[in-house]
């Protein structure tokens, strides 16, 4: 059973990946073939020539049109078929679908569901993106081996931090403090302060708080799978105001999470900090430590998949923790559950089996 | 659901491979054992002892005899067991099933049918083999992965080399003649002229045309999976008489197609042509261009093998260049129906099931 | 459907491998994780949180007790769970299982059935292990790719090693003597005498006979899969009494085999000698051959596996050598029947589905 939500906005890529070339991406396990016509206007289509199934990104970009490398067969970016080599006649069934797509934020945002309900409005707002004062480190991807909820799970539970990413973002001092957690109509906050505790290391590297910090960890997610984490740190005992937190060591560290096919995930993130916005060595010292971090939930979690699988089973027991992640799933569950009563998207049929000789 | 052709003469091994040694390869689905006789006369076994299902291709060749490398049961060519040590009474069950051979062509054809319907009469005839004035390029071989349909696909389909060949034996030229089509009871023949056209690189390379050419594709297709293709360039004009072909630029490309599993196939070939037929230097080239040409054909149709399995599709839309393709798939299904209501091969009973306890 | 005896001891480890750290291992297909308690004792839990499925052995030993690596659930050595982060109450499903250990020759036993039933008297006994005048190889491991029931189908075959070990433990004049057996309530023996031969390889490396030799090869299987063969040989014509086998030359091979999965076996083995005991090149030389021999099994019972698997069927002819590996299966069958009806192990029953949103 499928567990997509296909009415939204995904990362398909970074704007510096689409280009005048054919770039191959499963997403939602859908190939794509995305590229970027004359003018700059990037273009999705399904990576799959409609006559014998060649991936159209083995063919050549020719001006805005894809011509596929078996027959020729050649379409626009909307993937209407504009010519077949040898005959005049183009059958309807000669097309290929196309996916809407936005730049925003240095990436290329796409829409794998019903086009008519594509709103460009709902892409995620990104504060302090482009603002001076803001150090940005963008352009990240890592690629996990396990189901995007399993990820979700953990964008939303600031206290695995303390056990799983303690040599970075979490310590001991947060291990009993509880986490609350807030609905919204298409979004999950779960949060705590862990306060009058030691920084954790990569405060402690980066700051130089002379003691104790009052710590707070913000995990928001808004559905389907884009999260967005506002942390920091301030002076022990310090009002936690909005301005006092800006003066202090904050940062926003946003993670697009793609899936791309059932049990693997496309992970795209940027990261804003208010320290050092515009030093290029801190600016690399936080991508490696946030890549670190990322990676040791990608290790976990590629583990937890394969149990999965193999046992068929995702908890034996669940804890007050799991109170946000469980949030996720059931509104996630509704959105299949809306999107499986409108079907949106257009299927071809096909004219012949795969393993069958033709009857036709 | 299967696609193969079981009465039929297939290529198993160019006769070089097979000597005093034990070769195993996969045909049909079916592990078979190859092997010479002290006499040169060339045997096959399935390579798999009835005991416990051990490859007899581990075992050891013992004059014309095959011995198991695990309990030492002896087989003589023709699958009798003359030996099992140990005990005196040979059960009838204790048989390894043999397949017919015959040599021609330098190569060892097998019939994993009906051994009672394998008439050595029918074996393709490959015209000028042997010839003086004839170039041979043989013994070459690829290896496949994509069911053998998928390759019968492109050898009755001269309108893909405008696209997947145009390094070698095709060019833009081509791209808007149509194909024409012709059926006999056992082949498909698919061709067509390409005239007063720039020669092809392949040809560009070999001959010194001064000027234009006209060129011909004949794409014979013989059931289940024997391909010839006659392909030729004359200038531009030139009466296209068999005489004025023979004196300008000629080849028979004959490739010999034993499917291995379902999604994989054995890719014999051999090349006659009448261009400086004793150069060894353009034998080594041919060669090599022809294997360049045939692995374009491999690296897209390993795709197109890994998207039919994973949509079970194998076609959205049919083209006017489809007709000969699917005329080769609807005989195909035509011989299947019919070995269906016949079955030819001897089936051996086991003894137990593979992963239970014994019950015997 | 599997194979599997849960209702017995079998070697989890030996005993250097278990230690003051976590160590993972795959048994009757269970993920088992294996550690020492400060005091030495051995402990044994399923290698998998209930909270999450994380594999316990990623977390830390701190103390007797194993501390998970996602969110710091601990657990003592019987499974109940000490601590949960965050939160007073410790729900009943929050326990992992433990299982039953013994420590003994050496060697980590587990019992994966029913805990009441593990008596730890059932051990099998390992006549000589310490012994003045044995030599003694222990601490071997081998690693099957099949499964367990094609082991012991070798484990009771003297008649194999004529052929897929003449390089060690067999020799041509094997090949045409008969095999006897025996059969008791839980143990199944084959055997034979192979009366004034040359010695086999080993013995002629090892030994110095003058001449012909006879030589008893006596192979104990005891259920569900211990092994131990009595091996030796003494001057052609000696009276074969029990004091001048233990005068000639003598081995007990022990092979305890644990299945990992169906298809796959831990192979772990020792050997004891009566030649050379104290000598430990020649308890290297040992150690070698015999690794050699059973090597030899590993890469035919793989092919015989995926062939297995690969057909459904395990034979299609059963010889006179089969009868004590038909026995053992046949035991092994009502071994499983009886379990069957008396279902040991309680299962925890999960939270949640593994690919579905949660319903909680």
Chains 1, 2, 3 share one sequence.
Not at 41 to 54: E, I, Q, W
Not at 135 to 152: A, E, M, R, S
Request: charged letters at 20%; hydrophobic letters at 35%.
């Amino acid at each position: 059973m499928s567990t997509f939500v296909k009415n939204a906005w995904y990362v398909a890529a970074w704007s510096s990946e689409v280009g005048r070339h054919l770039l191959s991406r499963t997403i939602l396990g859908e190939q794509v073939v995305l590229y970027r016509c004359e003018d700059g206007t990037p273009a999705a289509l399904v990576d799959r020539c409609p006559h014998k199934l060649a991936p159209l990104s083995l063919g050549e970009l020719k001006g805005d049109h894809v011509q596929c490398g078996y027959h020729g067969m050649t379409f626009d970016g909307s993937g209407v078929c504009v010519r077949i080599p040898g005959q005049q006649n183009i059958p309807p069934t000669a097309r290929a679908r196309s996916f809407p797509l936005i730049e925003k934020y240095n990436a290329v945002w796409i829409w794998m569901g019903d086009p008519e309900l594509a709103d460009t409005t709902t892409v995620i707002d990104v504060p302090h993106y482009g603002d001076a004062g803001w150090g940005l480190v963008d352009g990240q991807y890592l690629h996990f081996k396990t189901n995007y909820l399993n990820i979700t799970d953990n964008l939303v539970d600031p206290a695995h931090t303390s056990y799983v990413h303690k040599k970075t973002i979490g310590n001991a001092a947060g291990e009993d403090v509880g986490v609350k957690v807030e609905q919204g109509d298409s979004h999950v906050l779960a949060w705590r302060w862990i306060n009058d505790a030691p920084p954790v290391p990569l405060v402690a590297t980066m700051a130089n708080f002379a003691g104790k910090v009052d710590r707070w960890q913000y995990y928001y997610l808004h559905l389907p799978s884009t999260s967005y984490v506002d942390f920091g740190s301030i002076d022990a005992g310090l009002e936690p105001t909005e301005a006092n937190k800006d003066g202090g060591f904050r940062s926003y560290s946003f993670n697009f999470l793609t899936p791309e096919t059932e049990s693997t995930t496309h992970y795209f993130w940027l990261h804003l900090r208010n320290y050092h916005p515009d030093d290029a060595l801190v600016s690399d010292d936080v991508a490696r430590l946030m890549t670190l971090t990322f990676e040791e939930d990608a290790v976990l979690l590629d583990y937890v998949q394969r149990e999965q699988e193999r046992t068929g089973v995702r908890e034996y027991t669940r804890l007050g923790i799991d109170n946000a992640p469980a949030r996720i799933r059931k509104m996630i569950e509704r959105l299949q559950a809306k999107e499986a009563v409108s079907p949106a998207v257009h299927v071809l049929h096909p004219v012949s089996g795969a393993t069958q000789p033709s009857t036709v």
